[in-house]
């Protein structure tokens, strides 16, 4: 991992500065509060420090020279781990554009034919930290990044195509199958998580049977579809929480639940406090503490 000090430098020096082509150069100086995050489909690599996420059953712990990949939109719960002004956390993130996987996908290897986890972490290698680096210096040759960016980001995401994460990568640029299909079971629930639903409903939406529902849903997101709707349930509950910590079983109400101490029991169980405590904590905490970045 010898570009790892260089990959270090350039991130730091470079941090909260504008950046081309879906790049994002992110330093924290303080560990953070485990916090309600949404993931896109995105490679980011820590330079320094450390980040943990949970996602349903998967835990996901990460640090120096490890990346994390998301093939799509899945609710986390995520902090920053480890962090200090005299060694701050330290992450590049980089957009995963589907035209462009879709287009590599015709010379990768195939497919396994099952679905891949939404979201996978790794130990970068060394030809994927020395793609990232040839990246990064870019960002201080103007003249070279026009010409030579969009050469080094494909090199960059065929590496990731290639390693023992690629499953993950491939879905983003598959246009149809099972993939698609979770994907739409995904944003149906969104956008209903405050409505009662049988899974029948899901799978219909879907286009699947309850059967390949269950198990390519849970292949992905390591949750079932109900287990999935109680998250996105609880996470609007405390963003909503945040923004007014006023009343919290309209809150709950708000996002779906019936009883008030159902509500506080599996809020409690997720975040470790009853929803009014842990919004009055979280009010007096400073707001770099509550980064989900």
């Given at each position: 991992?010898?570009?790892?000090?260089?990959?270090?430098?350039?991130?730091?020096?470079?941090?909260?500065?504008?950046?081309?082509?879906?790049?994002?150069?992110?330093?924290?100086?303080?560990?953070?509060?485990?916090?309600?995050?949404?993931?896109?489909?995105?490679?980011?690599?820590?330079?320094?420090?450390?980040?943990?996420?949970?996602?349903?059953?998967?835990?996901?712990?990460?640090?120096?020279?490890?990346?994390?990949?998301?093939?799509?939109?899945?609710?986390?719960?995520?902090?920053?781990?480890?962090?200090?002004?005299?060694?701050?956390?330290?992450?590049?993130?980089?957009?995963?554009?589907?035209?462009?996987?879709?287009?590599?996908?015709?010379?990768?290897?195939?497919?396994?034919?099952?679905?891949?986890?939404?979201?996978?972490?790794?130990?970068?290698?060394?030809?994927?930290?020395?793609?990232?680096?040839?990246?990064?210096?870019?960002?201080?040759?103007?003249?070279?990044?026009?010409?030579?960016?969009?050469?080094?980001?494909?090199?960059?995401?065929?590496?990731?195509?290639?390693?023992?994460?690629?499953?993950?990568?491939?879905?983003?640029?598959?246009?149809?199958?099972?993939?698609?299909?979770?994907?739409?079971?995904?944003?149906?629930?969104?956008?209903?998580?405050?409505?009662?639903?049988?899974?029948?409903?899901?799978?219909?939406?879907?286009?699947?049977s309850v059967t390949s529902l269950h198990r390519h849903f849970r292949a992905i997101t390591t949750m079932t579809p109900i287990q999935f709707q109680k998250l996105v349930r609880l996470q609007e509950a405390r963003a909503r929480l945040l923004a007014d910590p006023g009343d919290v079983a309209a809150v709950g109400f708000a996002v779906g639940y019936e009883s008030a101490s159902q509500f506080s029991r599996e809020y409690r169980r997720l975040f470790g406090l009853p929803p009014g405590r842990d919004a009055a904590r979280l009010a007096r905490l400073d707001p770099a503490r509550l980064a989900t970045v």
């Open positions: 991992m010898t570009a790892l000090p260089e990959i270090r430098d350039l991130v730091l020096r470079h941090a909260g500065r504008p950046t081309p082509g879906g790049l994002v150069l992110h330093r924290t100086d303080t560990p953070t509060e485990p916090m309600p995050a949404q993931t896109a489909p995105l490679f980011a690599l820590v330079a320094q420090g450390a980040k943990y996420a949970v996602l349903g059953d998967g835990v996901f712990s990460y640090g120096v020279g490890q990346f994390i990949v998301a093939s799509m939109e899945l609710p986390v719960i995520s902090h920053v781990s480890q962090a200090s002004r005299a060694e701050p956390y330290l992450v590049l993130g980089l957009a995963l554009r589907p035209s462009l996987i879709a287009d590599l996908l015709l010379d990768a290897p195939p497919a396994t034919g099952e679905p891949a986890a939404g979201i996978a972490v790794s130990t970068a290698d060394d030809d994927l930290l020395d793609a990232v680096v040839r990246l990064l210096r870019l960002l201080d040759r103007p003249d070279d990044q026009r010409v030579l960016w969009a050469g080094v980001e494909r090199e960059l995401v065929w590496r990731l195509l290639t390693s023992e994460q690629g499953g993950t990568v491939r879905q983003i640029g598959v246009g149809d199958g099972n993939v698609v299909q979770i994907e739409r079971a995904i944003r149906w629930i969104r956008e209903h998580h405050a409505d009662l639903f049988r899974v029948e409903d899901v799978a219909r939406v879907a286009g699947m």
